[in-house]
């Protein structure tokens, strides 16, 4: 397969492309790579990643930022900014996408556990992971050419929480988040949010 | 109690106004309302309806637009309406108001049940609706004074559906949807998506 993978320098993207390196041509995109540059919070970006990456048989898409902060700190424009980037950016990627998918492919997003299980300060994240959720299972039933669209909610990542220097006993590690990936694009499933655990 | 219902004057909206009717004092705001005057897409329009209205006990929001539409026709233009007015519009009802609610009141706003169970056509609602869902399970977490913050995912209204020429026998009628409101209002619970049914 041909699978191009969105944010494939980050902790997740990373452990994406190794799981799903064997057997398939990956083409990484992120803001700086020079093969596929991408800013999701850019439409037209999207856009020309798309042009210039050609056809895929699966989108994989483990970018997007998203503000962490007490309510009554987050700002007008910090919720633009988690609607531009984390939120409508992988839904453009999902919109745009579905033209440049070959039949029978999939394309597949990231949300997070913060949808369902929220904490102090996640008022933005939580919004934004769940409501990309709800726009996924939506997506699906609307994908041409037998395309399934999935969405991926990992739980705290081990990797990160030791970059953010808290306990990672709680964490789970990044490849075995990145089986809910490989269970999206090798597998027949459409709509779901899928939820890594160990 | 003194409860801000806006969206007063739709389907759901009067319904609630009649179920909260006795014993409360209610103000009415609307698009066209004397007075509360209000276009919950515009957040000056939402602080300026607070300072008007002054304190309460109880805040309903029964307004708010999105698109539905094949996904295929929905345009940057129609997902950034959905997100200013439906969801972020209700996002702001519940931000701005946190200062305007006497303690151990409540915040009471309107998904739907095209959050988790979308049709075609659904892409924009659906995303609209889930994200509300999420923000409120985050919201309620940070609300002080012991102010709750739940949301009533309604199914299919009977009224909306005779209105819009479509069978009404699946749909819930908006006096028992109104039930899920003076729940919210009346009730102990935070944080909750609220499914009326019969």
Request: proline content about 5%; glycine content about 10%; aromatic content about 4%.
């Amino acid at each position: 397969m041909r699978i191009l993978i969105i944010g494939a320098t980050g902790t997740i993207g990373r452990a994406v492309v190794a799981a799903l390196a064997a057997g398939n041509e990956i083409i990484g995109a992120s803001r700086k790579s020079e093969a596929a540059p991408v800013d999701i919070a850019d439409p037209g970006s999207i856009q020309a990643m798309y042009r210039r990456v050609g056809k895929v048989d699966a989108i994989v898409c483990a970018a997007g930022q998203a503000k962490f902060s007490p309510l009554t700190q987050l700002s007008d424009a910090d919720f633009r900014f988690c609607l531009d980037n984390k939120l409508m950016g992988q839904v453009n990627v999902v919109r745009f996408g579905l033209e440049h998918v070959a039949d029978r492919g999939s394309i597949t997003v990231t949300s997070g556990i913060l949808a369902r299980s929220p904490m102090s300060g996640s008022g933005a994240i939580s919004l934004v992971n769940a409501g990309l959720e709800g726009f996924v299972r939506a997506a699906a039933l609307e994908a041409p050419r037998g395309i399934r669209v999935n969405v991926v909610s990992p739980p705290w990542v081990r990797e990160t929480l030791i970059a953010l220097k808290m306990d990672p006993s709680d964490g789970l590690p990044a490849d075995a988040v990145a089986r809910s990936y490989t269970r999206s694009v090798n597998g027949t499933e459409t709509g779901l949010t899928m939820e890594p655990s160990k």
